[in-house]
């Protein structure tokens, strides 16, 4: 896990899992993504 934390420290969007349904998670992450959509947060660096 902490090789990974230096990539993860480099993404515009982070988005905690959770336990439960799958379409909970998938209702999280669309969420997200369109927050960050209205926030300009999904444009390529």
């Known amino acids: 896990m902490a ?4 990539v ?3 993404a ?3 988005i905690d899992s959770i336990e ?4 909970e998670m998938v ?3 669309l969420a997200r993504l369109g927050e ?3 926030a300009g947060l999904t ?3």
Do not use: D, L, M, N
């Open 27 to 29: 209702g999280k992450i």
């Open 20 to 23: 439960g349904p799958p379409e």
């Open 12 to 14: 515009a969007i982070t």
């Open 43 to 45: 444009q390529p660096a």
């Open 3 to 6: 090789e990974r934390y230096p």
């Open 36 to 38: 960050a959509a209205s």
């Open 8 to 10: 993860y420290a480099e």
